[in-house]
């Protein structure tokens, strides 16, 4: 069965530190990946897809950027974060040509800028 | 621009006390309408997609419902296990698969 592992699941990070979050799939070849951030009272907000090895498309321009190293890993980074940078970062899921299948998410990373 | 409005944002219910909750959606055409589950700290859990207008799809006590412009996600005889975010989506047909999703439905059953 196929499985998305996603760490750490919290952080607390000063502003101008750099970040790095991972996300990894296990059971399945070649996926959809996705990042989303998901503030308080808000709705998911998509921030890059890739759907290959070294494709990433991005949603929103800011100091975040993504990375596809590997066929089922996704990473998240920034140089230096930002106070606005706090939030839930999801990680995703999905079989090409079976998006209507929806999405699976990771559990999640709380990131908390100070 | 795709846009989905859930109504309403906060849900008080007591045990076994039926109710639906609202998706408006604005779309060019529907590729598909998604529900998620998401419970506090975990990420959404896929729960149903529809597609056309009339649709129904049901598991357990959730039935969801699809017109042209809204969809309902009915709960029916709730438990406090059913007390979580609903989160519903759509995507858009003949163009980028990736859903627009809507701010939530935050539901409490209380015993």
């Known amino acids: 069965s196929q499985t998305i592992h996603q760490w750490p699941a919290t952080l607390v990070q000063p502003v101008g530190s750099p970040l790095s979050l991972e996300c990894t799939v296990e059971g399945t070849s070649n996926p959809n990946l996705y990042w989303y951030r998901q503030a308080a009272g808000r709705g998911l907000q998509l921030l890059f897809y890739s759907v290959g090895i070294g494709q990433i498309s991005s949603e929103v321009p800011q100091n975040l950027s993504a990375s596809r190293p590997q066929d089922r890993q996704f990473i998240l980074s920034s140089k230096k974060l930002l106070l606005s940078d706090s939030g839930f970062y999801l990680c995703a899921w999905s079989a090409i040509g079976r998006e209507n299948y929806g999405y699976t998410f990771g559990s999640g990373t709380r990131l908390t800028v100070v | 621009e795709d846009q989905v409005t859930q109504s309403p944002e906060a849900l008080r219910l007591q045990e076994g006390e039926s109710s639906s909750l609202n998706c408006s959606y604005t779309v060019s055409g529907l590729r598909g309408l998604f529900w998620y589950r998401q419970d506090p700290g975990k990420g959404p859990e896929f729960l149903f997609t529809?597609?056309?207008a009339g649709e129904e799809k049901e598991k357990e006590r959730l039935k969801a419902t699809l017109t042209k412009k809204e969809s309902f996600l009915h709960i029916t005889a709730p438990k406090p296990e059913d007390s979580a975010t609903y989160l519903c989506a759509v995507s858009r047909a003949g163009g980028s698969y990736i859903p627009t999703f809507g701010r939530g439905t935050s539901l409490i059953v209380h015993p």
């Open positions: 529809l597609y056309s």
